[in-house]
């Protein structure tokens, strides 16, 4: 989000030791004042030449406004910050190396390092803390400039970061002081927002630049973020899994973009091995995979998934595939295959390194466990310290119950193939014991995705390639138990779509044998000669393998032909149509007046009357007297039925009558009396 702002004030935070007059000051410092002052925004010195991502710095020239209160705080103090936010385009992923920043005054270098926390977005503030790394001070300079302890990666989306000086024998900050600017720049994104963790104000939370008092506009922290950008790997889905018989076993993945996807740096993987090491995670260290049954693969380079399929891998070969389910599966892990060397035309997956598929001496023959088990679905560029998840399922024979074999990246520091010797650290994911899995297919029987759109599952602050935490997923109720449908999607099925007239209204009814992410039916109607309109959208079932019916009525139509048809329409928006239905509304043969409904009513009813050709009619209303009380039509009216809503809400109660004269075109006439009754 951005916005423009005509005149700016500039800040970056440090510990902020002052008071505004609304607060109440629980220092023994001297008290406060604001005062304008000439102040440097040179640019600080920038390490290497990583590729600038985000760029804060003010262009223009600058008036300083600076606190002039000093303070420190005890050891182990909490901290007063304060954070800017910044933009990570979507569809790329950032890895952020190093920082520089300015607008800090420190002429004493009092700290030991600087620190800088990246925070998610929360609706335009910040919110839980992502990363935090060092970055070394210069003595005496006051612009934190450099390379963080531990590269930060981002992938789309807006964040918040905050910068702050550390002392390495109490951790709190110390002697540092805020300013901020007035500029002609404009301001990027949201205003800044600060936090008094340390109760210096009262123990603000994270609270805006207009809600502290000050008076708008104001720019953004000098700060600017360099590193490297790449295009950000994309979300794919575990759909379904067989487990037994094993000559069926298969794991399929769905791509649930617009655009199809390059799956040569993605992976497979059933390696978590309880009580020991041996995790997926570990392929950036050439490990795992191959022993206990348990298998780590890689998809054939140049691989692509088209937008919107479904593919399959056979974990026993495609022989045995073909035997089962009558298709070829798009790739295939066969033992026999790779220790004879003769390829069948079938793509293999790969081993990430000799030994993770079929074991050190190419005998061992993977598979997925019959109960309890975890399928990862992953993300590995070669290089990189961590991996990225992909999508994740966890299945047991006591579902929701976790087995012991899922997995828990939380504080995990590994050090990949990349040139620096430095590990990174995986964020939370959620507890082993939090985490709820999916039902057991049992024999015979596949696991099968019924919502696409993974339920609840946490979508940030995650080591997923989306920033997600894939094991969040509640997939006790987001996978359930059906026949197997390699690569054959759970379409919606319309099986029935039937019209029917009575008088002037036409009933739609249809059926669906089953569903898959279907979001409902756009109703749709055409007059003759006339353009296609919605007339009604009725909800859909989203995903479901059972039967389901609909109906809809379209109510007091006039005489003539009518069209109809459905939308469905999923929910990733794409949609399809029904074949048409017709219907002709008649006109009736004779003329007459209904009795109203209901009757005796309070205070409303319907009147309902037929006309055999186009006539100028006059409904009117009478009391026992003979009086006429109200005329409720008087005009032409075309012929077949037509419906009137009276409201007596302005009668006294009693007996009442209503009398239709209608006149036809072909000359015929028509007259009729009715007795209505208003009981209040």
């Known amino acids: 989000m951005r916005k423009t702002l005509y005149t700016n004030f500039f800040f970056l935070c440090m510990v902020v030791t002052f008071t505004f007059t609304t607060f109440a000051q629980n220092s023994s410092s001297p008290s406060n004042s604001l005062t304008a002052e000439s102040n440097s925004t040179s640019s600080p010195t920038i390490v290497d ?16 406004i600076v606190s002039d209160e000093w303070g420190s705080f005890p050891p182990g103090g909490n901290q007063t910050l304060c954070a800017d936010d910044f933009d990570v385009p979507f569809g790329e992923k950032w890895t952020i190396d190093q920082i520089a920043a300015t607008g800090f005054y420190n002429p004493a270098a009092e700290g030991d390092s600087w620190g800088v926390q990246f925070y998610a977005d929360a609706g335009g503030v910040p ?27 981002l992938t789309g989306g807006t964040y918040w970061i905050s910068v702050y000086g550390i002392e390495d024998t109490s951790t709190s900050i110390n002697y540092f002081r805020w300013n901020w600017f007035t500029s ?42 360099y590193g490297t950008s790449a295009i950000a790997p994309s979300k794919l889905l575990l759909t379904e899994f067989v487990v037994t018989p094993t000559g069926g076993e298969f794991i399929e993945i769905f791509n649930p973009n617009a655009s199809p996807v390059d799956l040569t740096n993605y992976f497979l993987s059933d390696v978590a091995f309880p009580g020991g090491p041996e995790y997926y995670y570990n392929v950036v260290q050439g490990l795992y995979g191959g022993t206990f049954g348990d298998f780590n693969s890689k998809f054939p380079d140049g691989a692509t998934i088209g937008s919107g399929e479904h593919q399959t891998i056979a974990l026993n070969g495609d022989v045995d595939f073909f035997n089962t389910y009558g298709v070829n599966p798009n790739y295939e892990i066969d033992q026999a295959e790779f220790q004879s060397g003769t390829p069948d035309g079938i793509p293999d997956m790969m081993e990430t390194h000799p030994g993770s598929i079929y074991g050190p001496d190419s005998t061992h023959n ?51 193939p990349d040139a620096d010797t430095t590990g990174s650290t995986y964020l939370d994911d959620t507890p082993m014991a939090n985490q709820l899995s999916a039902p057991s297919p049992g024999s015979g029987f596949s696991t099968q995705r019924m919502d696409y759109l993974e339920g609840a599952q946490v979508m940030s602050g995650g080591n997923g390639v989306t920033g997600s935490d894939e094991t969040s997923e509640d997939m006790n109720n987001t996978w359930i138990v059906d026949i197997p449908t390699p690569s054959a999607p759970i379409p919606v099925e319309l099986t029935s779509f039937t019209a029917s ?27 003759r000669d006339e353009q296609w309109e919605k007339i009604a959208f009725i909800a859909g079932s989203g995903t479901t393998t059972e039967t389901r019916n609909y109906s809809f009525n379209d109510d007091e139509l006039a005489v003539g032909h009518y069209s109809y048809r459905l939308k469905q329409i999923d929910l990733d928006g794409t949609s399809d149509f029904s074949d048409i239905v017709e219907v002709e509304i008649l006109a009736p043969d004779v003329y007459s007046l209904d009795q109203n409904y209901p009757n005796p009513f309070n205070p409303s009813t319907k009147i309902k009357f037929n006309l055999a050709t186009d006539s100028k009619v006059r409904l009117t209303l009478f009391d026992v007297l003979g009086q ?29 009558f209503y009398r239709i004269n209608a006149a036809g075109i072909d000359g015929t006439n028509f007259s009729s009396v009715k007795k209505m009754i208003l009981t209040k």
């Open 366 to 416: 993977p598979g997925l466990t019959n109960s309890d088990e975890m399928i990862m679905l992953y993300y590995w560029d070669g290089m990189s310290d961590l991996v990225g998840d992909v999508d994740y399922v966890l299945y047991n024979s006591a579902s929701p119950t976790p087995n012991d074999e899922a997995v828990d990246k939380t504080g995990v520091t590994i050090d990949g």
């Open 501 to 527: 007239v009575t008088g002037n209204t036409v009933s739609l009814t249809w059926s669906t044998a089953s569903e898959l992410n279907n979001s409902g039916f756009d109703v749709l109607r055409q007059a």
């Open 127 to 153: 919110g839980a803390i992502l990363a935090t790394a060092t970055v070394a001070l210069t003595p005496g300079d006051p612009n934190p400039a450099g390379l963080l302890s531990t590269p930060i990666s």
């Open 628 to 656: 006429e009380v109200v005329t409720l039509i008087n005009g032409k009216l075309s012929a077949g039925s037509h419906e009137l809503d009276f409201n007596a809400a302005n009668l006294n109660s009693g007996v009442y």
């Open 49 to 64: 030449g990583g590729a600038l991502l985000w760029d804060n710095f003010l262009t223009q020239s600058t008036t300083g």
């Open 184 to 225: 002609e720049d404009p301001g990027i994104g949201f205003e800044p927002h600060l936090t008094d963790l340390a109760g210096w104000f009262g123990g603000l939370p994270w609270t805006s630049f207009t809600d502290l008092g000050l008076i708008p506009p104001y720019n953004n922290m000098m700060f600017q973020l």
